[in-house]
C-alpha cells in the first residue's frame, strides 16, 4: 500500500517553544492531508485538514494560531505547535489519500513530550 | 459522514476466528467501508475495504449485507499479534478533501 511517513517518531520540547512534525507521501501526490491527536487508550480526533496551497482547515475547538499547518508541496504537509505546553503533549497522526481517492493512508505518528 | 456504532472489546483465543461487527445506520450512496487496525504507538494500518457483498484478502474478511446498514469484519485463526484497537469508518474517500471521523474502535485480546 501507499506509504506515508511522519518526522520524528518522537520529540520532547521545552514549555513555551514550538517543534514541528513533517508528514510526507512517500510513493504518491496527496493533494490533502489530515492531521489528528490521540490521547493514551483514546481514539484519534480529527485536528486538521491540510490542503496543498490553501488554507488548513481546522475542527472546531482546534485553535489554529496554536497549531499551524502547512502544506507547500503534494508530498509534505507539516505541523507547528506554537509556544507547546504540557497538555500539548500527544500522539500526533497525519494520513493522506492516493489519487483515486478511495483509501485513506496512515503516518506512524509522533509522540510529543513537553516539558 | 455516517456515524459508526462497534463494541468497546472483544476477547479471543488463539487460534480462533473473530467477527466484529459495525453498525452505520445512515450511509450513504458513495461510501465505503473500511477497516483500520492499530497497535498502540503507531499509526492506524489498512486491513480492509469493501462497498457490498463480500471482500476478502490475505489478511481478513469483510462481509456487508445488501442494505449496507453494517458491516463485519472477520479475522481468521488469530494470533497473539492480533491483539490491537480495530476501526470501522465509513465515508466517500473519493470526494476532495472529505475527511474521516474515527469512533470508539473495538479493542480485541488475544489470549493464549
Known amino acids: 500500500g501507499a506509504v506515508v511517513s511522519q518526522h520524528p517518531s518522537w520529540v520532547i520540547c521545552k514549555s513555551g517553544t514550538s517543534v514541528k512534525i513533517e508528514c510526507r507521501s512517500l510513493?504518491?501526490?496527496?493533494?490533502?492531508m489530515f492531521w489528528y491527536r490521540q490521547f493514551p487508550k483514546q481514539s484519534l480526533m480529527l485536528m486538521a485538514t491540510?490542503?496543498?496551497?490553501?488554507?488548513?482547515?481546522?475542527e472546531q475547538g482546534v485553535e489554529k494560531d496554536k497549531f499551524l499547518i502547512n502544506h507547500a508541496s503534494l508530498t509534505l504537509s507539516t505541523l507547528t505547535v506554537t509556544s507547546a505546553h504540557p497538555e500539548d503533549s500527544s500522539f500526533y497522526i497525519c494520513?493522506?489519500?492516493?489519487?483515486?481517492?478511495?483509501?485513506?493512508?496512515f503516518g506512524e505518528g509522533s509522540w510529543l513530550t513537553v516539558v | 459522514l455516517a456515524k459508526t456504532t462497534q463494541p468497546i472489546s472483544m476477547d479471543s483465543y488463539e487460534g480462533q476466528e473473530v467477527n466484529i461487527t459495525c453498525s452505520h445506520n445512515?450511509?450513504?450512496?458513495?461510501?465505503?467501508i473500511t477497516w483500520y487496525q492499530q497497535f498502540p504507538s503507531q499509526g492506524p494500518r489498512f486491513i480492509i475495504q469493501?462497498?457490498?457483498t463480500k471482500v476478502t484478502n490475505e489478511v481478513a474478511s469483510l462481509f456487508i449485507p445488501a442494505d449496507r446498514k453494517s458491516s463485519t469484519l472477520s479475522l481468521p485463526r488469530v494470533s497473539l499479534s492480533d491483539t490491537a484497537v480495530y476501526y470501522c469508518?465509513?465515508?466517500?474517500?473519493?470526494?476532495?478533501?472529505?475527511?474521516?471521523?474515527f469512533g470508539g474502535g473495538t479493542r480485541v485480546l488475544v489470549k493464549p
Open positions: 510513493d504518491f501526490q496527496a493533494t490533502t
Open positions: 494520513s493522506a489519500s492516493t489519487s483515486s481517492g478511495n483509501t485513506i493512508y
Open positions: 491540510s490542503n496543498e496551497g490553501s488554507k488548513a482547515t481546522y
Open positions: 469508518l465509513v465515508g466517500d474517500m473519493g470526494a476532495a478533501g472529505n475527511k474521516l471521523t
Open positions: 445512515n450511509i450513504a450512496t458513495n461510501d465505503y
Open positions: 469493501g462497498y457490498k
